[in-house]
């Protein structure tokens, strides 16, 4: 590895799931500028189209496949399209996640006389939790399932799963959310384990607090001033602010360039600004 290299990622396929979403469609379009293909898979194909779109405007090679990551048949049909369209795997990034409000109690804590209009832990929801668990753990499985059979043996082969800061330490109110995450980071290390001797490694990136326009409104008031839940996280990330997208590139960089880290294989990086390092005091 010489230290002036740029990342070339020329000739690579690059399949990335939730490829619409805020992250991966920042990332998509920072990972198209390496000369790779980026195979943008998502549910919403509307979304993940005009990411594609936006970066073939920018002389950038992708396509948008509709892909649903919790049904084989679904990702089976991708994986043959994407072959068609690019070549096979090289590099997955496993995007597609989230959290359900079914899953997500009111209260912070449990007291003995909260109002009776509180959705405490007991009020919650099993299709919310199932929704949670599936989407994050099982809809980062079966797309491994599906796209690392092309990978063995590939130089350079990897894949980088997206965990979260609350796989360390749960956060409040999203008991389901931070289960799965947690159960991410856990499979991440399975993985790098499971595929050492057939050369793909396997990491994750934990994202902390990012501002992203779907979470600004939650997180600032009309006045542009933190809300009492933002302030009590500022409080807690010891860097004192949130993250930018733009922030989480280095990490994933670092972890699909096997220039850089051929010899990194199950890590959970985290990307917080110290939040999962700091005990509160
Ligand atoms: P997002 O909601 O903007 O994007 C998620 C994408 O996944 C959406 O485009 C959605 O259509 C797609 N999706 C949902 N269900 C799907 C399915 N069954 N099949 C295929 N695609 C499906 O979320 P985001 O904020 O960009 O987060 C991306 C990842 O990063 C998630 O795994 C999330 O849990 C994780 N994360 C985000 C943050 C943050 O601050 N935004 C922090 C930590 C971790």
Redesign the pocket.
């Known amino acids: 590895m010489t230290i002036e290299k740029k990342h070339n990622f020329k000739n690579k396929t690059i399949v990335i799931?939730?490829?619409?979403?805020?992250?991966?469609?920042f990332l998509a379009k920072s990972l198209a500028k390496t000369q790779a293909k980026i195979a943008l898979?998502?549910?919403?194909f509307d979304?993940?189209n005009q990411v594609a779109q936006e970066i073939e405007q920018e002389g950038g090679i992708a396509k948008a496949y509709q892909?649903?990551?919790?049904?084989l048949n679904s990702l089976q049909q991708t994986r043959n399209a994407i072959e068609q369209d690019f070549g096979t795997c090289d590099i997955l990034i496993?995007?597609?996640?989230?959290?359900n409000p079914k899953a997500t109690t009111d209260n912070e804590f449990h007291q003995l006389d909260l109002s009776d209009n509180t959705k405490s832990f007991f009020e919650l929801d099993k299709s919310g939790i199932e929704f949670v668990f599936n989407?994050?753990y099982l809809?980062t499985l079966l797309p491994t399932q599906v796209f690392a059979k092309d990978m063995m043996g590939k130089q350079g082969a990897n894949i980088v799963n997206?965990?979260?800061?609350?796989a360390f330490t749960p956060l409040t109110k999203i008991p389901a959310?931070s289960g799965a995450?947690a159960a991410i980071s856990n499979f991440t290390q399975w993985l790098a384990v499971y595929f050492s001797k057939v050369g793909i490694r396997c990491n994750a990136i934990?994202?902390?607090?990012?501002v992203?326009n779907?979470?600004r409104a939650l997180l600032f008031d009309e006045n542009g001033q933190p809300t009492a839940r933002a302030n009590k996280i500022l409080t807690n990330t010891p860097m004192g602010r949130f993250?930018e997208?733009e922030e989480l590139l280095g990490a994933l960089l670092f972890l699909i360039d096997s220039e850089y880290s051929s010899f990194v294989n199950g890590v959970v990086l985290p990307v917080d600004g110290g939040f999962s390092a700091y005990s509160g005091v």
């Open positions: 799931t939730g490829a619409g979403g805020v992250l991966c469609a898979l998502d549910i919403n979304a993940a892909t649903n990551v919790l049904e496993n995007g597609a996640g989230g959290n989407l994050n809809g997206i965990s979260s800061m609350n959310y995450k934990a994202p902390g607090f990012l992203s779907q979470n993250g997208p």
